[in-house]
């Protein structure tokens, strides 16, 4: 069966969301985080997965 592309979703993966628990649960558990860091590295890097990443993982 081929793929229907007419039924894509307009999720952004590359950002994390604070509005959407389950996102901001992944980032505590993955790097040990309280809830309160984790949604202050959301809001200083505007959500980019990326960059929230390399902040903690020490990594340019």
Do not use: C, P, W
Request: proline share 0%; net charge positive; aromatic share 4%.
């Amino acid at each position: 069966m081929v793929d229907n592309k007419q039924k894509m979703d307009n999720r952004d993966r590359s950002k994390v969301s604070a509005s959407e628990d389950y996102e901001v649960q992944y980032l505590m558990t993955k790097f040990d985080l309280s809830k309160n860091r984790a949604l202050e590295l959301i809001a200083k890097h505007g959500g980019s997965r990326k960059k929230i990443e390399s902040e903690l993982t020490g990594s340019v």
